[in-house]
């Protein structure tokens, strides 16, 4: 700026400078893969008009571990260790769907109390998943306490599932036929603790977030998707719920007993980030309820289905017996050859229908394993859902969607 | 006031009224073990883990890590902690090499270390392929106290480590060996 | 209520003998069919006044080197209607001489990147399709791994020795 200009803004006026030129240029940003704001590793290269988005191009792939190749090799009781690192914040769900997928190709019959006791998992899994992203949400338009709160609820469902199969995060949960082991008492006392203590928390939880006046004016409108445009991007779960659309495969292909329990689909306006949110939070409230009526009721019995060939048999009866001695042989060296067919089998993960497509030629591992996963389908929709908002709209909406790197890559 | 508050010990040296003399590195190894400002770079379940441990049971903050740091350029160590694919190794050699010395790198989980139960066409065999690291934490994931075990090896690395090592004819070879100039 | 039955003999009467092999594995009407038929089959499904199969679950290919060279990939779409709650695979067989076959990305948007991601994996080129590229791989990957004759294994690395891990 030259001496003259410098001088008439001293005085309050805006000076232009008439020899420089003034282009209105379009910036492009690079978010991610590597970002605080992103929860994984995946990239968008957004085309921007100063503040306002105008295109997006993603790129992912950069966790691609080649599940479905891994798949290809492996015994199918090998294959839940592979299926807890797809959606890691909700391990159990995709663990007894997979289970369930087989049970199905091999015709066995899984009896009530296992069942509950996986209804029961299944939903503790759905409670940390949307704990995960309903917290994450927050700490991403800024309120980190809110997370620290109900981040400790979380690992109260961690001891849980140690008491049930000894992991916390990635739990290889239940057997081709059951669970591996029966709810012990300290397993009852830890659930009951947790349906005693966790409401009060999650009433705070909501007190703080709900009617939050910052919180609203940073989430409603923000990232919304109709839901026509919703179901043909393919969306399920919470994030086509919120779009209006009461899809649950829970209610629509029952599995695993859910038919015996009484609980809503919470269903939104919108689409957008709030109604998202909205959606988990009630949808919290629903597991509880399941998780209490599977608890009042749970059935008495064995815990796992009497199959011999695929479950391993009691270690009395392989000390005691030719037979289960034999069959104990062949399911760990992995000799059990299942049938031939091919199988279709979905269940509702924390982000929507899980799906597992599996045909076998009659070896001992798959021929072919193909996850339908949900995360990966409806990614695919983020450019469209933050054009013409703000970067700080655009990580809202992306928190809200709750992507998990292992789901989007595979 | 609280009397038991734990306060670290003074480095040995030759103490006077009003003044105290040790040797420098050694104050700067106390100053650097009891700050260390991560950059957590989470891609996977490990990566969940990682956040237990920074959440309030497993409180990382009380080893003095209490900033973490997503930029590169103003963090102590790189906390690796998940896969590494093959299509990601460019971008966390970009990472470490954006980090200032003297940096530390820790490899959180068996895939960090050495690929992990993925032997396959699509991920890195561990990132000691593509960066020198300090630290292995196996696990699969790790618990929160293992994440914290390694942390507290790299505290100890910081504490014992001499001034010169990063300007040293062996630190400057063992880089070469990774093409980092 | 549809029922598998009725759903098939009504795509029967409309597409002839474009559709074959009908079975229904575990309940869920499976059917073949062309790939010149694919689209029309989607768009007949999607706006029939009474089945309104209006949901694309899933579309992933399957590599069968053993069998005859006219049957050797399979572009499999499984297909779900909300309000009938009714579930239909179709599947359509190409050959490797010719592995193309027209994107239904245009019916539904979520094709976009699960044809996609069947290009990464088996090389079957989806004409018509705004971009189709490598979505999972790196994208100087000169090869399709998912087919059957790769092998899962970085044959390249270094540190892990084949004899000691039973390969």
């Known amino acids: 700026?030259?001496?003259?200009?410098?001088?008439?803004?001293?005085?309050?006026?805006?000076?232009?400078?008439?020899?420089?030129?003034?282009?209105?240029?379009?910036?492009?940003?690079?978010?991610?893969?590597?970002?605080?704001?992103?929860?994984?590793?995946?990239?968008?290269?957004?085309?921007?008009?100063?503040?306002?988005?105008?295109?997006?191009?993603?790129?992912?792939?950069?966790?691609?571990?080649?599940?479905?190749?891994?798949?290809?090799?492996?015994?199918?009781?090998?294959?839940?260790?592979?299926?807890?690192?797809?959606?890691?914040?909700?391990?159990?769900?995709?663990?007894?769907?997979?289970?369930?997928?087989?049970?199905?190709?091999?015709?066995?019959?899984?009896?009530?109390?296992?069942?509950?006791?996986?209804?029961?998992?299944?939903?503790?899994?759905?409670?940390?998943?949307?704990?995960?992203?309903?917290?994450?949400?927050?700490?991403?338009?800024?309120?980190?306490?809110?997370?620290?709160?109900?981040?400790?609820?979380?690992?109260?469902?961690?001891?849980?599932?140690?008491?049930?199969?000894?992991?916390?995060?990635?739990?290889?949960?239940?057997?081709?036929?059951?669970?591996?082991?029966?709810?012990?008492?300290?397993?009852?006392?830890?659930?009951?603790?947790?349906?005693?203590?966790?409401?009060?928390?999650?009433?705070?939880?909501?007190?703080?977030?709900?009617?939050?006046?910052?919180?609203?004016?940073?989430?409603?409108?923000?990232?919304?998707?109709?839901?026509?445009?919703?179901?043909?991007?393919?969306?399920?779960?919470?994030?086509?719920?919120?779009?209006?659309?009461?899809?649950?495969?829970?209610?629509?292909?029952?599995?695993?007993?859910?038919?015996?329990?009484k609980f809503d689909i919470p269903v939104g306006q919108h689409g957008d980030t709030y109604d998202r949110f909205m959606v988990r939070n009630e949808e919290i409230w629903q597991s509880l309820s399941i998780i209490e009526q599977a608890m009042k009721n749970l059935p008495e019995g064995p815990h796992f289905a009497d199959a011999p060939e695929y479950y391993l048999p009691p270690k009395q009866e392989v000390y005691r017996s030719m037979e289960a001695l034999i069959y104990h042989f062949k399911i760990v060296m992995g000799e059990i050859d299942a049938p031939v067919g091919e199988v279709y089998h979905a269940v509702e993960g924390g982000n929507g229908e899980l799906g597992f497509y599996l045909i076998s030629d009659g070896g001992r591992t798959p021929y072919r394993l193909h996850f339908r996963r949900p995360c990966f389908i409806y990614y695919q929709a983020y450019p469209e859902m933050c054009v013409g908002s703000t970067i700080s709209d655009a990580i809202v909406t992306m928190s809200s969607l709750n992507v998990i790197a292992g789901e989007l890559d595979a | 006031m609280a009397t038991d508050i734990k306060i670290v010990e003074a480095p040995e040296g030759y103490e006077g009224s009003g003044f105290f003399a040790t040797s420098f590195d050694k104050v700067v190894g106390l100053a650097r073990s009891h700050s260390l400002w991560p950059l957590p770079f989470?891609?996977?379940?490990?990566?969940?883990?990682?956040?237990?441990?920074?959440?309030?049971?497993?409180?990382?903050?009380?080893?003095?890590?209490?900033?973490p740091s997503f930029s590169p350029r103003q963090a102590d160590m790189l906390l690796v902690a998940g896969t590494i694919a093959k299509k990601m190794a460019p971008v966390l050699k970009q990472v470490y090499l954006q980090m200032a010395e003297p940096r530390w790198v820790i490899a959180i989980g068996a895939c960090a270390s050495s690929g992990g139960i993925f032997d396959t066409y699509s991920v890195l065999q561990g990132i000691d392929r593509v960066i020198p690291v300090d630290v292995y934490v196996p696990g699969c994931p790790p618990r929160p106290e293992q994440i914290l075990e390694g942390i507290m090896q790299v505290r100890e690395l910081t504490h014992n480590e001499s001034l010169r090592r990063r300007n040293s004819a062996e630190y400057q070879a063992l880089l070469a060996s990774y093409n980092i100039q | 209520m549809l029922s598998n039955q009725s759903v098939a003999e009504e795509i029967v009467k409309k597409f002839g003998d474009d559709v074959y092999d009908f079975e229904e594995p575990f309940g869920l009407l499976t059917l073949t069919t062309t790939r010149e038929q694919i689209i029309p089959m989607l768009e007949y499904l999607k706006n029939h006044s009474d089945f309104k199969i209006g949901f694309l679950t899933d579309i992933t290919g399957v590599h069968f080197p053993d069998t005859t060279p006219a049957t050797e990939y399979c572009v499999v779409?499984?297909?779900?209607?909300?309000?009938?709650?009714?579930?239909?695979?179709?599947?359509?067989?190409?050959?490797?001489?010719?592995?193309?076959?027209?994107?239904?990305?245009?019916?539904?948007?979520?094709?976009?990147?699960?044809?996609?991601?069947?290009?990464?994996?088996?090389?079957?080129?989806?004409?018509?399709?705004?971009?189709?590229?490598?979505?999972?791989?790196?994208?100087?990957?000169?090869?399709?791994?998912?087919?059957?004759?790769?092998?899962?294994?970085?044959p390249t690395r270094q540190d892990k020795i084949d004899a000691l891990f039973g390969r």
């Open chain 1, 1 to 261: 700026m030259t001496e003259a200009n410098i001088a008439k803004t001293n005085s309050g006026t805006l000076v232009k400078d008439e020899s420089v030129q003034y282009v209105n240029e379009l910036t492009t940003l690079n978010l991610g893969p590597t970002h605080p704001a992103t929860h994984g590793i995946f990239q968008n290269v957004l085309t921007m008009d100063g503040e306002k988005i105008i295109a997006g191009e993603q790129t992912v792939g950069y966790i691609h571990r080649a599940f479905e190749k891994i798949a290809e090799r492996r015994p199918f009781y090998q294959i839940t260790t592979l299926t807890d690192r797809m959606n890691y914040c909700s391990s159990p769900i995709n663990n007894m769907g997979w289970h369930m997928t087989v049970e199905k190709l091999l015709g066995v019959e899984v009896p009530k109390r296992a069942q509950y006791i996986r209804v029961i998992m299944m939903e503790l899994a759905r409670i940390a998943d949307h704990i995960v992203c309903n917290g994450i949400l927050g700490v991403d338009t800024g309120a980190f306490t809110g997370f620290l709160y109900i981040y400790e609820y979380r690992e109260k469902i961690y001891e849980i599932y140690e008491e049930m199969c000894g992991a916390r995060l990635t739990t290889n949960m239940g057997r081709v036929g059951g669970m591996e082991r029966d709810l012990s008492k300290e397993a009852i006392r830890k659930i009951n603790e947790f349906l005693k203590t966790f409401p009060p928390i999650l009433k705070e939880f909501e007190r703080l977030f709900n009617r939050n006046r910052i919180f609203m004016d940073r989430t409603i409108g923000v990232g919304g998707i109709s839901a026509e445009r919703a179901m043909s991007y393919g969306f399920t779960g919470p994030n086509l719920r919120a779009a209006g659309v009461d899809y649950d495969v829970r209610v629509m292909n029952p599995y695993s007993s859910y038919e015996d329990f």
């Open chain 2, 42 to 67: 989470a891609t996977s379940c490990c990566g969940i883990e990682f956040m237990s441990t920074m959440a309030s049971r497993y409180d990382l903050a009380r080893f003095g890590s209490e900033r």
């Open chain 3, 77 to 154: 779409y499984h297909l779900h209607s909300f309000i009938h709650n009714f579930r239909i695979r179709i599947k359509v067989f190409l050959a490797e001489a010719d592995l193309h076959i027209p994107t239904v990305s245009e019916v539904y948007a979520s094709a976009n990147w699960m044809e996609r991601e069947t290009f990464d994996f088996f090389g079957i080129i989806f004409d018509g399709h705004p971009n189709l590229t490598r979505i999972l791989n790196m994208e100087e990957m000169d090869y399709h791994p998912m087919r059957r004759e790769y092998p899962l294994e970085d």
